[in-house]
């Protein structure tokens, strides 16, 4: 078994949801008292959300890729950044280490295209859902990208921001999530992507208009996949 490097605190509520998925997974595959052998680094997350309010990226790569060298120089085998909008930055952290990076929107379009998913709704943060770093990758793919109008866009992200990410689970938001997911079933959204990794908290299969890919339960996927494969 690999050691993975978590790079977390983004919120560390979703951080959480990547700890107790790669230690089950481990243990579903592996059976036993086996666990996952990982390190985590979890950072400020406050610091993190003034540079993105200002729009400084380059900043935020500076920081985050500090960190990601930390993980390595402690005995990180790969890097698991544990965000979605952070991958903006990915460039400038994967220039910062020599272990490989596992990105987030790999997985989710390799799911999408072997369940012949074409036409995608995408939730997410502000950045995500308006910047093309992540939806680029889908799109190169060969995938449709849909997101919510105004103010739907704006709903989806404060939820995050000012729920979601403090511990947060609301039924009224629930239920203003479901309503943002019908209006891209009838943008002609076959299935939709959680592309905030705080959004499972809110949303599962069960409650979804539309048929569910949660990036971090994907993420998670691809890290046991990569930590068990022989060398």
């Known amino acids: 078994m690999k050691v993975v490097g978590l790079l ?27 666990s996952a052998q990982c390190l985590v680094a979890s950072v400020d997350f406050a610091e993190v959300e003034r540079m993105q309010e200002r729009g400084d990226w380059a900043e935020a790569g ?4 500090s960190w990601a060298r930390r993980l390595e120089a402690g005995g990180a085998e790969c890097l698991v950044l544990c965000t979605n909008t952070m991958h903006r930055v990915i460039d400038d952290i ?5 272990i490989p ?6 997985g989710t379009a390799d799911a ?20 093309d770093f992540y939806r680029s990758i889908l799109e190169r793919r060969g995938l449709t990208v ?7 866009r704006t709903l989806v992200h404060d939820v995050i921001y000012d729920e979601l ?26 299935a939709v992507i959680f592309g905030c990794t705080e959004i499972g908290l809110l949303l599962d299969r069960e409650t979804s208009p539309l048929p569910v890919y949660d990036t971090t339960l994907l993420h998670i996927e691809a890290a046991l996949d990569w930590a068990l494969k022989p060398a």
């Open 146 to 152: 849909v997101t919510p109008d105004e103010p739907g």
């Open 8 to 34: 977390g605190g983004m919120s560390w509520e979703s951080t959480l949801t990547y700890y107790q998925g790669l230690n089950r997974g481990i243990r579903e595959r592996l059976g036993g008292l086996h």
């Open 62 to 65: 500076v920081y985050l890729a």
């Open 101 to 106: 990076i596992l990105h987030i929107a790999d």
């Open 112 to 131: 999408l295209l072997a369940d012949r998913v074409h036409t995608v709704g995408l939730l997410g943060t502000r950045y995500t859902m308006e910047q």
């Open 165 to 190: 990410c403090l511990g947060k689970v609301l039924d009224h938001s629930r239920q203003a999530y479901i309503a943002v997911v019908e209006s891209l079933k009838q943008k002609g959204a076959q």
């Open 94 to 98: 994967s220039a910062a280490v020599t």
